[in-house]
């Protein structure tokens, strides 16, 4: 909006707009690299099993459980109908239905490096981009067949609106109708969301009175909220037309174990509060003493940037207030929808706190920018994966944002291949696994099972069994006194195929 940008000066910044513009490339092809293919987990399959491949009317009149992400599952039914992939199909190539939520994702990171970008210059649209793609969170859920990679799209769209609306001072119909269409698509994908929604519709007003453009007479700042107002309006539209399209199902949304309210402020909530915040900051913690200088800064004398830090601020913040004051239980996952906020509110304070560098300087504080967020991204990676084989190994199953079920190591396709491969026709145990997961893929290829009680019973000296497990170690040492068994394989992997031979 009339800034001077940093990349529009010489040579030198058009060389490192190319290598800005190739980092946020390739932190989107690691997204890929981990997450693209990777085979389907639990609450996917379940997802997909009794609802997407379950038709268009059960998705829309079936709530028995969260699971039915509604609007996200009417995509992905739309999606495998267009492409033609079944059931089976998925469970191969995981990369077939992941597109969907994968093309979501991508539309997700554009539409925040635009908001950056339209607000505060070119440095801020790669800084926004930068922490958004350096964060584990975003990169663990941006392929995940449900609700989640929808709901980031819609925050960071309704986030772009809110912004426009108090700096431009105007909304047209076009614009209403964009936001009436993000709030329903919030809340018909996850109803939980409905915490950010109410939570923009009241601050963005409170954010508008903030602006110096308003210091006007009374009748010229009427004249000036109105367009605000008006988007308030439109997010209750949104919410309306919500409530009509969850209609088949309003009963079951509102009357289900998970939107019971409990005790509010109980230790949980504050420590799924601080955990959440953490994991969205991840190992980038020299990015601290800048945020705090940037958001000194805007409170003391920054009154450009202020109403953005109060809008996003408060979009951060409230939700885990309301939920906590509420007694809600809800799972840290649930809290992902505030991922935008905390990407665009690290993104104008790093802006504010370094505005008043020279053009060399503002040029290094991109490139440090890159290694702390870069080796953050890098060591937080290392530590994933550290903590997912400790609990594989000690039998936790993390179901957070950045330990986010075994992913990293969840391969039963290439296990199980492997496992046909060199021992075709043979009988495999099932131990210690989730109901929808390794039974499915286990069904899926026709490989005969059978309860382990029974096969222990049976067996006599010299035979041999086959186990899937989730920690192949705790087994072999546990069956150590009667049987000698070793690993399929030496990789370590979520299901692990463990040979046993009786002794």
Known sequence: MGRTSLFDQSPADARLLLFSSLTLVLLGCAAVYWHGNEDLWNDEIYTLQNFVFKGLPTILTDYHAPNNHIFANVLHWAWASLTGADFGDCLDAPWRIRLLPGLLSVLTVWILVKTATRHWGAEAGFTAGLILLTGISFQ????QVRGYPLSLLAASGLLYFALRVIEEGSFSWKNRLAVVSLTAALLWAIPSNLYFVLVVA?????????????????GERLIHLRPVLWFAAAIVAGVVLAMVLYAPVLWQVLHNKYVEAGKSFQPAHWENSEKTL??????????LPGLIWGWYRILKNNTEHRPALVLLSGTLFLPFLISAARGDSAPMR????????FVLLTTVTCVVALQDLNARWRRWSVLILFFICGSGYAYAVYELRQRLAEG????????????????HFYAPNKEFDLFQKKFPHKILIVENSEPHDIPVFVRHRAIASAPIDSMLRLARPGDTLFFSTRDGQRLIEGMQKDWDCSCMQPALRYPRVVVCRKK
């Open 140 to 143: 663990a859920f941006a392929f």
């Open 202 to 218: 009241l601050l963005t007003p409170g954010a508008a009175l903030l602006d110096p453009k308003i210091n006007h007479p009374q």
């Open 334 to 341: 649930s809290y992902l929808v505030q991922l935008p906020a």
């Open 278 to 287: 953490r994991h969205f900051l991840s190992w980038r913690w020299l990015l």
């Open 392 to 407: 594989l190994h000690d039998g936790w199953r993390y179901q957070d944002l950045n330990y986010n079920y075994y992913q």
